[in-house]
């Protein structure tokens, strides 16, 4: 049997009437960046995160730049960000010029250690930027707190959470700021590039919406020296489809999660810890053991595609190695990056491939 980690285009093909008509519709109106579609994602979105406000960008990575310029962070400016994470996240503090201020993860939830935030505030401290990864909230009430103490911003990364809540609240209407991906393989997926940011603040939904457009609400007229990172109608239509199966995609994610915490032989690996105060997406399911290399051939012998989210965190990536983080900085997140691997969970696969993943890893080694 085969196990692919991911299968988009099955994906596709399970909803291929509906989109087609969707693209061919959008394609013949003859609006090609921003309009209607764009407004009716927005809005849909908003509303699926219970916020005020959403911005659609370009991409998520722009989307936390985005932000944080809104923030007017910048030179000169410190914000603090989990260690464990795609490197995006830190990728956009960098872009603004400001310093990246790093906090080791918690070994359970894998986000960042909220214990370890407020020794690293700084008078320069502008923001915090938790990420949530693999699709779990991080512990947002601890941070709020923190946040209000110091008189700092939360923008949020949630690209990997779409449909997560925090206590009752969805994420999407935590922090200041929530950054999104859609990303094709997240939980919410276009056909391309695309990402938003959503937010309770009427003034910040204003400064993002013309930071994406040239600095412009109304054209012609730029108040500010923008820049261009727009979601384009196209990618708009096939999200505002997408979405509506986004509830009942997520419950098949969280039955599969379930079946492998259940199913999974735990005193061999580590499995996830979901916390109890929060509805996890189940993004990725990531297990970890010392020998990962070889479970990972041998789930590779069984025709299971497996993959490593992330062999390398971005303190040690050579893209930041002016930053001089020195090996062991952040000891938690080294060795998650040492022995975590992903088994495939997505809504497409069938009960006899999870079964048959559970057997080959449980027999695995
Ligand atoms: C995917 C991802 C991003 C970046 O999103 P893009 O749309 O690919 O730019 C940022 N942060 C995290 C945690 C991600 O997983």
Redesign the pocket.
């Known amino acids: 049997m085969k196990v692919p980690f991911l299968d988009l285009k099955k994906s596709y093909l399970e909803i291929e009437s509906k989109v087609e008509e969707k693209i061919l519709s959008s394609v013949k109106s003859g609006r090609y960046i921003g309009g209607e579609e764009v407004e009716q994602f927005e809005n849909k979105f908003s509303k699926f995160c219970r916020s005020n406000y959403c911005v659609s960008t370009g991409?998520?990575?722009?989307?936390?730049f985005l932000g944080l310029k809104s923030l007017e962070i910048g030179k000169g400016d410190e914000v603090i960000v989990s260690s464990h994470?795609?490197i995006?996240?830190w990728l956009a503090i960098f872009r603004t010029g400001a310093k990246i201020v790093p906090i080791d993860s918690e070994y359970d939830s894998f986000n960042i250690d909220v214990e370890k935030i407020e020794n690293k505030i700084t008078k320069k401290t502008k923001a915090i930027m938790p990420?949530h990864?693999y699709g779990q909230p991080c512990e947002m009430r601890k941070i709020k707190k923190i946040a209000k103490q110091n008189n700092l911003k939360i923008i949020e990364?949630a690209?990997?959470a779409h449909g997560a809540s925090y206590r009752g609240n969805p994420v999407g209407s935590i922090g200041d700021l929530t950054?999104w991906?859609?990303?094709p393989a997240?939980n919410l997926g276009a056909f391309g590039?695309?990402?938003a940011i959503t937010t309770n603040s009427k003034r910040l939904y204003r400064k993002i919406k013309s930071l994406s457009s040239y600095g412009s609400l109304k054209k012609y007229e730029n108040e500010i020296p923008g820049f261009n990172s727009r979601m384009d109608p196209l990618q708009a239509s096939v999200l505002s489809l997408k979405i509506k199966n986004l509830k009942s995609e997520n419950l098949k994610r969280k039955k599969i999660a379930e079946i492998y915490l259940n199913e999974l032989d735990n005193s061999k690996f580590i499995l996830p810890v979901s916390n109890d105060s929060s509805e996890h997406a189940w993004h990725l399911f990531c297990v970890r053991h010392k020998k990962r290399n070889k479970i990972l051939d041998y789930l590779k012998s069984k025709s299971i595609e497996s993959i490593i989210h992330y062999p390398i965190p971005p303190h040690l990536q050579k893209a930041f190695e002016g930053l001089n983080f020195k090996k062991n900085s952040f000891p938690v997140t080294e060795n998650i990056s040492k022995t975590v691997f992903s088994l495939p969970l997505n809504p497409n696969l069938t009960m006899d491939q999870v079964h048959y993943v559970v057997k080959n890893l449980n027999s695995s080694l």
């Not at 991409?59 to 936390?64: C, F």
Request: aromatic share 14%; glycine share 8%; charged share 15%.
């Open positions: 991409n998520g990575l722009d989307a936390l994470t795609f995006a996240s990420v990864m990364d690209a990997q950054a991906s859609f990303y997240k590039d695309a990402g």
